[in-house]
């Protein structure tokens, strides 16, 4: 198999030298490696590599003529994700919230029930067999 694109995730910007020797190595364009740095939402992603040019990359790869994407409405988005006004605490009970996934739906669901309110949700995660009528309140 060989790549058109990579995108490297990583915790820090990879420099011009890394971009290239990456590029090299995989015999792809340098223009190619896209990064993914860890960002605090998901919809910062989306902005992230459209710095990059991943887009355009993508439709000429593919000999596809279209405009400039209008990402007005995800900035908007994605800024007031990030600038919520309040915090709301949820407990969430279950038998299985020590496996990270097991109630991922439940999870995205609270949150963007949240953004909809302006609302950040602190969600702790306890489990059923902790609950006791002693410790209920």
Known sequence: IQPNMLVVRTEQPITREMRNKIASFCDVEPEAVIESLDVKTIYSIPLNVQKQNMDQIVLDHFDVQAPKADMSEWIDLEHHVQNLSRTIKIALVG??????????S???ALKHAGYTDDADIDLKKISAEDVTPENVE
Do not use: G, N
Not at 95 to 104: E, F, N, T, W
């Open 106 to 108: 439940v999870t995205e």
């Open 95 to 104: 038998k299985y919230v020590a496996l990270q996934d097991a109630y991922i």
